[in-house]
């Protein structure tokens, strides 16, 4: 966790709420722009939920513009997605480059490494307690900031605190994850798909696949 002095003497260009990969992307974007960023989470690394766990090639390109490369030998290279079901199933490679199945928590170390090399201030167990316009009330702790980026998931504070909840939809779904020492036996995402549910099957090692369940209650 960052020191706080500066926090309060100087107000921030931007102020991330949320810790995960998308909120640490938004705050090195910002950086290499010449702002002053912080990021808050109420967690501390690693921060993980159930995901697919692929990248895609847009996505490799994205973080090589944030600075953040791919070992070549990270994952598990991904050709395509597959969607399959009992009586027929589709499949389309990428028409540009491959992709990458990887665990979420090692993209996050990645992209925490690369937040601290950029001067993010990163404030882990660091819960947000509210937002005005002037800025970001922590516990005990008000942080002024012209900016307030909400990255704090589809369950969104900082959306409710905005307004903008009456914009947004409000069904839900349940997801399940768990990880199979077995070698992978495609080089695509396969999609199974099912009336109320799905489930994402992706390559994320030589010996491992991630497998993703979702549904629209969770008895399905």
């Not at 990887?102 to 996050?108: K, P, S, V």
């Not at 909840?165 to 080089?187: F, G, I, K, L």
């Amino acid at each position: 966790m960052g020191a706080r002095s500066g926090l309060r003497q100087n107000k921030l260009d931007v102020f991330v709420v949320g810790g995960g990969p998308a909120g640490l992307a938004a705050a090195i974007a910002a950086r290499q722009r010449g702002m002053s960023v912080a990021v808050a989470d109420g967690s501390e690394p690693p921060i993980d939920k159930a995901c697919g766990e692929g990248l895609m090639p847009e996505t490799i390109s994205a973080l090589g513009e944030l600075g953040v490369e791919i070992p070549p030998r990270a994952g598990h290279p991904i050709r395509g997605i597959r969607f399959l079901q009992p009586d027929a199933q589709v499949a389309a490679d990428f028409p540009q480059g491959t992709g990458v199945g990887i665990r979420r928590t090692i993209l996050h170390e990645w992209l925490i490494a690369r937040a601290e090399a950029c001067g993010v201030e990163l404030l882990w167990r660091t819960p947000v307690a509210g937002i005005t316009e002037a800025g970001v009330q922590l516990l005990g702790e008000f942080v002024p900031a012209r900016w307030i980026v909400g990255a704090d998931s589809s369950g969104s504070r900082v959306r409710r605190w905005s307004g903008l909840d009456a914009a947004s939809r409000q069904s839900q779904r349940y997801a399940t994850r768990r990880h199979y020492r077995v070698r992978p036996w495609s080089d695509h995402v396969e999609i199974y798909w099912g009336r109320h549910a799905q489930a994402y099957v992706t390559p994320i090692a030589r010996e491992e696949v991630c497998i993703v369940v979702m549904a629209k209650r969770a008895e399905d």
